[in-house]
């Protein structure tokens, strides 16, 4: 499964719930593989086969979700989701796979009730702060946006990801002075961050910070032949 090898996963999953008929694990994972192979048919019969004899579970019932989301059935996804909610009260990931769907569905306001719901039940799930700024910052609410990006590196602070997305905003509202600053966080925690050479390259011009311009430069330029995501193309100039 790790290998990206999801047949012979399938196989492999099916074998030892063949031999622990209540594997729960092996189910999640099976309905996983199933997923990835498009065979959406199949993950939604394994799970209710499983929900059916043994009870809900959230990576289960996420599963068949997701596989009916993604046959078509949006609407009937969420609405099956939102009723295993009900009996998993306490799931995170089944709020955050709400928001997900609606996020997808261009339903903004029901997806940040559902990842702070995610939030509230774990508060350390770091991935949920990040998509929920980002969908407080597409509808202008730039503050609240700027506040849970910062809560994320709070919850992560070896990841580069919430500065680097502080400074975005920052560079759009032309604020390069906070965005230059934050790039020098993001850049020490990771410089292979995708896009930050760019964005560095960017915001120093416009502060007029010519020290190592040069070689940053020449490193975006040499990436490029590569095809690193090093910098979008029309900021770093």
């Not at 600053?181 to 850049?187: D, I, P, R, V």
Request: hydrophobic share 40%; glycine share 4%; aromatic share 10%.
């Amino acid at each position: 499964m790790n290998l990206g090898k999801w047949q012979d996963a399938v196989a492999s999953f099916t074998n030892a719930i063949e031999q622990k008929t209540d594997y729960q694990q092996a189910y999640g994972n099976l309905g996983i593989c199933l997923i990835k192979l498009k065979r959406h048919d199949d993950a939604i019969f394994i799970s209710d086969f499983y929900i059916d004899k043994f009870g809900v579970c959230p990576i289960i019932s996420i599963n068949k979700c997701r596989a009916m989301f993604e046959k078509g059935l949006k609407a009937g996804a969420i609405e099956k989701l939102r009723e295993y909610s009900l009996q998993s009260p306490r799931s995170s990931e089944i709020y955050s796979a709400l928001a997900d769907m609606c996020t997808a569905l261009m339903r903004p306001h029901e997806a940040i009730k559902y990842f702070e719901l995610a939030i509230k039940i774990n508060p350390l799930e770091y991935a949920n702060y990040n998509n929920l700024a980002a969908l407080m910052f597409s509808l202008g609410q730039k503050k609240q946006a700027l506040d849970t990006y910062e809560q994320a590196a709070k919850v992560n602070p070896k990841s580069p990801t919430p500065h680097q997305n502080i400074a975005g905003i920052h560079i759009q509202e032309q604020n390069f002075d906070l965005a230059l600053s934050y790039l020098n966080s993001a850049h020490k925690l990771d410089n292979t961050s995708p896009y930050i050479l760019g964005m560095f390259a960017h915001a120093k011009i416009y502060c007029c910070e010519w020290d190592d311009l040069d070689p940053l430069i020449d490193k975006i330029q040499s990436s490029i032949p590569l095809n690193s995501h090093v910098s979008n193309p029309f900021p770093p100039i």
